[in-house]
C-alpha cells in the first residue's frame, strides 16, 4: 500500500459496488464519464475524510488498498494544510445529498426551472456529494479550486479529475 497522502490533499478514487455504478451512471447523465467516482481529503494521521451517503465520516487511508487512486497536485503551505485538515474534521456528520446529481444534470442540460427549484436544496453546507465537500473545505480555506465562474456546489469527481490533468 502507498504512503498516504499529504495532509490535506484532495484523492480521487472508485466506490465499490453498486453504489459506485450508480454514481458513475449519475455522473455519466451529467456528462461527466470519468472513471473516478469519490473524493476524499488527506488528514494527517494516515486517515481520510470523505461524504458518504450515511454522513461524512472519517476512515482509515487502508481502506483505500488495492484500488486505483490520485491525487490533485496542488501546492499548499503548512499552514493551509493544518487548516483544510481542521476544517475536514469539523464536517464530519454532515449529511449527503442525492439531489446533487439531478440538480447537476438539469444545470448541464440547461433546464432552467428544475434547475431553479433544485438550486435551493443543493446550495447547502450540511448536506453535500464528497467532491462538493472537498471544493467547499478548500473555499472555505481560502483557497479557490475553480476560477471558470461555477456555483460552489457544481463540483463532481470529474471535475476534480480534470484538475489533476491540468495540473500533472
Not at 480521487?12 to 453498486?18: A, W
Not at 428544475?114 to 465537500?133: E, G, N, P, Y
Request: net charge neutral; proline share 5%; with cysteine.
Amino acid at each position: 500500500m502507498a504512503a498516504s497522502p499529504l495532509p490535506g490533499s484532495i484523492v480521487l478514487t472508485q466506490i465499490d459496488g453498486l453504489a459506485g455504478k450508480l454514481v458513475w451512471l449519475l455522473q455519466a447523465i451529467n456528462g461527466d464519464l470519468s472513471r473516478w467516482t469519490h473524493v476524499a481529503v488527506a488528514l494527517d494521521d494516515g486517515t481520510v475524510f470523505e461524504a458518504q451517503p450515511g454522513g461524512a465520516v472519517v476512515s482509515p487511508w487502508s481502506k483505500y488498498e488495492g484500488r486505483p487512486h490520485a491525487v490533485v497536485p496542488w501546492d499548499l503551505r503548512n499552514d493551509e494544510r493544518d487548516a483544510i485538515v481542521a476544517e475536514a474534521r469539523s464536517r464530519v456528520g454532515t449529511g449527503y445529498n442525492w439531489t446533487t446529481y439531478f440538480y447537476l444534470a438539469a444545470y448541464r442540460l440547461r433546464l432552467p426551472l428544475v434547475t431553479r427549484f433544485l438550486r435551493s436544496r443543493v446550495a447547502r453546507s450540511d448536506k453535500m456529494i464528497c467532491s462538493q465537500a472537498a471544493d467547499d473545505i478548500y473555499r472555505t480555506c481560502g483557497i479557490h479550486l475553480f476560477d471558470d465562474g461555477r456555483l460552489p456546489f457544481d463540483v463532481t469527481p470529474g471535475d476534480l479529475a480534470r484538475l489533476l490533468d491540468r495540473r500533472s
